[in-house]
C-alpha cells in the first residue's frame, strides 16, 4: 500500500491509499480521485517526504534520545472552539471520503481479513488491497507479524 497526500485545485490537501503507484495514475485518470472536502476531481499529488524508517517486522538497537523526539515535534497554534469544530468537520469528511475510496477501490473479505491479509503477506495469495473485519486482537497481531493495516475508526452518521 502506498499513501499519498493529494492536493485539490482549490488548495485543500488530503491523504489517500493506493495498492501500487499505478492503481493512483489508474484512478485519476478515470476521474476515481475526488477532494475529501469539495469533490473537485482536479487533483495532484502533494509534496512529500519519504518515510524511510525500519521494517515493521526487524528490530534495531539504535533508538533516538527523548531530547531528538522533542525535536522533531511540532507544536500546533491553539484553536479556539469554532476552529476546533471546522478542523473536526473536515477531518471527518476526509476519513469518509477514505472509507469511499477503499470500498470502491478494494476487495471485501469480511470476517476473513485478518486470514485473509496474512496469505497475501506471505505470498500464498495474489497481492491486492483488500478491507474487512478484525477484532483489536487480531489487528495488534497482524502488526506483530509486520503486516500493515490501517483500522479505521468508527463514524458519526452523515446528516
Not at 490537501?13 to 495498492?19: M, P, Q, R, S, V
Not at 497554534?77 to 477501490?105: D, F, W
Not at 474487512?132 to 483500522?151: C, R, W
Amino acid at each position: 500500500m502506498i499513501n499519498f497526500t493529494l492536493r485539490c485545485e482549490k488548495g485543500h490537501e488530503f491523504e489517500a491509499w493506493f495498492g501500487s503507484s499505478a492503481e493512483y495514475d489508474r484512478q485519476l485518470a478515470a476521474g476515481l480521485i475526488t477532494c475529501a472536502v469539495c469533490d473537485n476531481t482536479s487533483i495532484t499529488k502533494a509534496l512529500m517526504a519519504p518515510n524511510l524508517g525500519v521494517k515493521g517486522n526487524k528490530k534495531t538497537d539504535i533508538a533516538p534520545s527523548s531530547s531528538q523526539h522533542r525535536k522533531n515535534e511540532i507544536a500546533a497554534p491553539p484553536l479556539n472552539q469554532q476552529e476546533v469544530v471546522e478542523k473536526t468537520a473536515e477531518l471527518i469528511a476526509q476519513m469518509r471520503a477514505l472509507k469511499k475510496q477503499v470500498e470502491s477501490s478494494f476487495d471485501n473479505v469480511g470476517n476473513a481479513f485478518a486470514e485473509t491479509a496474512r496469505r497475501i503477506h506471505y505470498g500464498d495469495e495474489e497481492d491486492r488491497g483488500i478491507y474487512g473485519n478484525a477484532s483489536k486482537e487480531d489487528v495488534e497481531d497482524l502488526i506483530d507479524e509486520g503486516i500493515t493495516v490501517f483500522p479505521l475508526p468508527e463514524l458519526p452518521k452523515d446528516h
